[in-house]
């Protein structure tokens, strides 16, 4: 499923686009649905039923009412390998222990993808 989530009042109408042309329900695409996530967000998911190396790139979602119009990339990529994360900063520090944060960046295309924190004790080598 590929989705969106935009902030709109009154309610949105959504179209989807591949290449400046509207994806409509045919083919390996169908299934779209528009849910109500709180009074002012909406969400709308399609579904590609089998997904081909034709079918990765990006998806534009525009977002439509009578008080304009919204829109947001997304990037459909093949799983492959994690990128390591960035920004990684000690946010706090004791005698015996730190709390660390960092950007999470591309996972994979996997939901599970986790990380392992390596440090080295000052003064040993």
Same mark, same amino acid.
Do not use: H
């Given at each position: 499923?590929?989705?969106?989530?935009? @902030?709109?009042?009154?309610?949105?109408? %959504? *179209?989807? &686009?591949?290449?400046?042309?509207? $994806? #409509?329900?045919?083919?390996?695409?169908?299934?779209?649905?528009?849910? *109500?996530? #709180?009074?002012?967000?909406?969400?709308?998911? %399609?579904?590609?039923?089998?997904?081909?190396?034709? #079918?990765?790139?990006?998806?534009?979602?525009?977002?439509?009412? /009578?008080?304009?119009?919204?829109?947001? $990339?997304?990037?459909?990529?093949?799983?492959?390998?994690?990128?390591?994360?960035?920004?990684?900063?000690?946010? &706090?520090?004791?005698?015996?222990?730190?709390?660390?944060?960092?950007?999470? /960046?591309?996972?994979?295309?996997?939901?599970?993808?986790?990380? @392992?924190?390596?440090?080295?004790?000052?003064?040993?080598?």
């Amino acid at each position: 499923d590929i989705s969106c989530r935009m @902030k709109a009042f009154p309610a949105p109408q %959504f *179209q989807w &686009e591949r290449d400046e042309i509207p $994806i #409509s329900n045919s083919g390996r695409i169908n299934n779209r649905s528009i849910k *109500q996530i #709180s009074d002012y967000e909406y969400e709308s998911t %399609f579904t590609i039923w089998k997904v081909k190396s034709d #079918s990765y790139g990006e998806y534009v979602c525009k977002a439509t009412n /009578n008080m304009g119009v919204g829109e947001t $990339i997304v990037k459909l990529v093949k799983k492959g390998k994690p990128e390591s994360p960035s920004k990684l900063q000690a946010m &706090e520090t004791g005698a015996n222990n730190m709390v660390v944060t960092w950007t999470e /960046n591309f996972n994979g295309g996997m939901n599970n993808t986790s990380f @392992k924190l390596q440090w080295l004790e000052q003064g040993s080598a």
